[in-house]
């Protein structure tokens, strides 16, 4: 059974970066054609996709938030990682991780990590 | 982007009754949309995937349908388990969107 774990700073002061990481297990970043999501939720708010990436390394981001968002995979660690630059309260959520998969109708989001709250205050 | 739009946004429902969500999109998306279960402080669960797929594990008084740009998510015999959030997502186009959500209480 896949499951994914969100980790990485929970408080981050505005203007700096937000980091997290997804670590995969019972299962593989390398394998398969899936995709490897981010998604955020603000308080009391609704799903709002971030990006994901392909284990060929490309990468497909939301273009409200595309300037801003790195979506990277380390293979060696089977995880992958989000960086989130110049930071504001507006980017305060809960961020969770996901796997895409589906057909040429599209991804769906099959596994979702727990989900790791973030607040970006001073 | 393609706007998801639910209705209602919230309902009180008693068990064993039949439940009817909603999802309109923007524009057409063909069978491109899926559906989502989120619990309070849980992650989303994956419902329906193109309109009316059923997926392996999910109770099948879970049922979808509807194509183009006007799609249903019924619930059969309504268990107090269900209380939840339910959402839409269309995968026809990028950026994923997702509608806005609909809670459903349990009297």
């Known amino acids: 059974q896949l499951q994914l774990q969100e980790s990485g700073s929970g408080l981050v002061r505005p203007s700096q970066t937000l980091s997290l990481t997804c670590a995969i297990s019972g299962g593989s970043v390398s394998s398969g054609d899936y995709s490897w999501t981010w998604i955020r939720q603000p308080p009391g708010k609704g799903l709002e996709w971030i990006g994901y990436?392909?284990?060929?390394?490309?990468?497909y981001y939301n273009p409200s938030l595309k300037s801003r968002v790195t979506i990277s995979l380390d293979r060696s660690k089977n995880q992958f990682s989000l960086k989130l630059t110049s930071v504001t309260a507006a980017d305060t959520a809960v961020y969770y991780c996901?796997?895409?998969?589906?057909?040429?109708?599209?991804?769906?989001?099959?596994?979702w990590g727990q989900g790791t709250p973030v607040t970006v205050s001073s | 982007e393609i706007v998801l739009t639910q209705s209602p946004d919230f309902q009180s429902v008693t068990p064993k009754e039949k439940v009817t969500i909603t999802c309109r999109a923007s524009q057409h998306i063909g069978s491109s949309l899926h559906w989502y279960q989120q619990k309070p402080d849980q992650s989303p669960k994956f419902l329906i995937k193109?309109?009316?797929q059923s997926i392996s594990g999910v109770p099948s008084r879970f049922s979808g349908s509807g194509s183009g740009t006007d799609f249903t998510l019924t619930i059969n015999s309504l268990e107090a388990e269900d209380a939840a959030t339910y959402y839409c997502h269309q995968s026809s186009d990028l950026p994923a969107t997702f509608g806005q959500g609909t809670k459903l209480e349990i009297k």
């Open positions: 990436i392909y284990q060929s390394g490309r990468t």
């Open positions: 996901a796997r895409g998969d589906g057909d040429p109708r599209g991804t769906y989001f099959d596994y």
């Open positions: 193109y309109a009316s």
